[in-house]
């Protein structure tokens, strides 16, 4: 079994709300978090990282419908015991993130946003983005640009983009529970939908704080990013 439970911190409480309401289409038909790194099923990797994380009290699990009972037992059999609650996903990612505030504990302080389909994070990028939103009240793990980054004007490159001030925004994004819900609820009565919960929160015109992320850190979205995985963990166990 993958899951076990670490000894508690003096963080407040954190609830992860792992999002897992997506459709898969870009993995040709099959649910990607079903599909097995190494033998262990995406979203049963996803959910072991926060069920080892300290900094982690609550897990609360938004998925389609259909996926309720599905995903419920796969918690059952690798003993997630943190996950209190799995409830259903709305259209968009802003009703899906709000769906699972609104399941949280009430005691819930924080809140850590974190992707299904990220099921490599690790425990530093996890307990970092938390220690991090406690102080301050946003945070979310970023990794360095590796590409050059061009801006593209009718089909041609108009200009050189600084990658030196850009980074790519992982999850988990952590929050305080009041800001995140405000900020989200905010967004749907105004009719947007973000992709991305940090640009829900800057929108309220709150600083989010960058933390270290991790290349390894990976969405995975295609098939190739199984592939990629498994190479990941393989580099890790060597």
């Known amino acids: 079994m993958l899951g076990k439970r670490r000894k508690k ?8 709300v792992i999002v897992a ?3 898969s289409r870009r993995m040709g038909g099959e649910n990607k978090l079903l599909l097995e790194i190494d033998g262990v099923p995406v979203l049963a990797r996803t959910l072991s990282a ?22 419920t037992e ?17 259209e968009t990612r802003t009703e ?16 850590a946003v974190h992707d299904g389909a990220r099921p490599l994070v690790s425990e530093a990028v996890i307990t970092e983005a938390v220690t991090t939103a406690a102080a301050c009240g946003a945070a979310a793990p970023v990794v360095p640009v590796k590409d050059s980054i061009k801006r593209i004007e ?19 994004q952590v929050f305080r529970k009041d800001l995140l819900r405000r900020a989200l609820t905010s967004a749907a009565e105004r009719g947007y939908s973000f992709t991305d919960d940090c640009a829900a929160v800057e929108s309220l015109g709150t600083i989010v704080k ?3 992320g991790s290349y390894q ?11 990629v995985a498994e190479a990941l963990l393989t580099r890790e166990v060597k």
């Open 74 to 90: 796969l918690a059952k059999a690798f003993s997630i015991d943190k996950l209190c609650t799995v409830t259903r996903g709305g």
């Open 21 to 23: 309401a997506g459709s």
């Open 217 to 227: 850190n990976i969405k995975i979205t295609t098939p190739e990013d199984i592939l």
């Open 154 to 172: 009718n089909g041609n490159i108009a200009a050189d983009v600084a990658r030196d001030t850009l980074a790519a925004v992982q999850t988990p």
């Open 50 to 71: 926060f069920q080892k994380c300290a900094a982690i009290r609550d897990i609360v699990l938004v998925c389609r419908e259909q996926d309720i009972m599905p995903y």
């Open 210 to 212: 960058a933390t270290h």
């Open 9 to 16: 911190t003096d963080l407040p409480a954190v609830c992860a």
């Open 96 to 111: 899906s993130v709000l769906a699972g505030i609104t399941a949280a504990p009430e005691n819930a302080v924080l809140v």
